[in-house]
């Protein structure tokens, strides 16, 4: 496999861009490998946090910042996300290795931080030009994806400095309700299947499943992948980890999980590339995760539910930013139909049931 398919940074989209001398002034004060002229471009996907590619010589670095206009802090809290790159660095060697973080609000206007950037592959919505994604390279890489998401939630958290980090007793419930409460604070249409959703999952809460380290955005375009093998490099976006119910981290990654026979309108919204011969399905990924962790998924109905709120939650908060213009960014103009898709795949699973 060659180089070509690395993932690329592209312009910086209008309305997003960084003030780059008092960037490049505070960075050259504070990063010892900083050396040289800054160029900074963005990398393409992600709807919260922003992430921007920033080359100084033949050295590359990852910036990430909240999105502008963005008042939910605690779901775009940098220096939470760096301190957990920071712990976790050590004895997880799938993450990039964080170097600076920034609570001058007087260089861009709001906290950042800078890690080294892990170069590879990253799947989006579409394969890179040229890729030809096999049968046995997709089937390679969702065991993969899985062997990795049990060995994140076998980390001894403790250990690693972050027995802090969330708080597992009563880790669902605070979720269901925090995510419902989210939901009323940045609802713009009315869609009674949200309605419909939020007081099935209120009303069927499990039992509680024990604690882990989760990521909590488990997917393929959070995964950077080895051009030679496509191998898991690193593990992006850390931004909404904690110490909670690690079948909550199961469900949201099944929630991205489109299989092909899915609904063309739940397809259409371009979650990834899980689509594709070779992968594992949902049902698949349940019972190999079951016997590769020990754990008891016989609810992982409700997590699955749960993970389309939570999913069409996070589109909604990011429509209503668009709504109110904070972001300029075209790919959010209709974004209340993904959530409306969402909501109804959600239902319907309840009706299953």
């Known amino acids: 496999m060659d180089t070509q398919f690395i993932d690329q940074p592209r312009d910086v989209r209008p309305g997003e861009e960084l003030p780059t001398d008092k ?3 505070y960075l050259r004060a504070h990063l010892s490998q900083f050396t040289g002229a800054l160029s900074v471009r963005q990398f393409p996907s992600g709807h919260s946090n922003l992430t921007y590619a920033l080359q100084v010589g ?4 990852v910036l990430r910042r ?3 206009g963005a008042n939910i802090k605690t779901a775009h809290d940098m220096r939470r996300e760096y301190n957990i790159l920071s712990h976790l660095h050590p004895v997880y ?3 990039p290795r964080p170097l600076l973080y920034c609570d001058d609000e007087s260089v861009m206007g709001a906290p950042f931080y800078v890690m080294e950037r892990v170069r590879g592959i990253v799947l989006r919505d579409e394969p890179p030009p040229g890729l030809d994604l096999t049968v ?5 890489l969702s065991t993969a994806t899985i062997d ?6 076998a980390i001894d958290y403790r250990a690693a400095g972050l027995g802090d980090l969330g708080r597992p007793q009563g880790y669902v419930a605070r979720q269901v309700h925090g995510w419902s409460e989210r939901y009323v604070n940045a609802k713009t249409d ?3 299947a949200m309605e419909h959703v939020a007081t099935w999952l209120a009303s069927h809460l499990p039992p509680e499943s024990g604690a ?4 909590n955005d488990y997917k393929y375009d959070n995964l950077v992948l080895d051009p030679n093998d496509l191998s898991i490099r690193a593990v992006l976006d850390w931004e909404m980890a904690t110490v909670g119910d690690p079948l909550m981290d199961l469900g949201t990654m099944l929630g991205y999980w489109v299989e092909a026979d899915d609904p063309e309108e739940l397809r259409a919204l371009g979650f990834g590339l899980t689509i594709l011969p070779g992968n594992l399905t949902r049902e698949e990924i349940i019972e190999y995760y079951s016997a590769l962790s020990g754990r008891d998924v016989s609810q992982i109905h409700f997590y699955y539910v749960y993970a389309l709120f939570k999913i069409a939650v996070i589109v909604q908060q990011i429509y209503a930013r668009y709504k109110k213009g904070f972001s300029q960014d075209p790919r959010f103009a209709h974004l209340i139909d993904g959530v409306r898709v969402l909501a109804q795949t959600a239902a319907r699973e309840i009706a299953k049931s």
């Open 23 to 25: 960037l490049a002034a």
């Open 93 to 95: 060697d799938k993450v």
């Open 148 to 153: 990795n998401l049990v060995a994140i939630h």
């Open 212 to 215: 882990a380290l989760i990521h």
């Open 136 to 140: 046995d390279m997709m089937q390679n």
């Open 66 to 68: 909240p999105p502008f």
């Open 58 to 61: 033949k050295r590359g670095f």
């Open 190 to 192: 009315d869609l009674p």
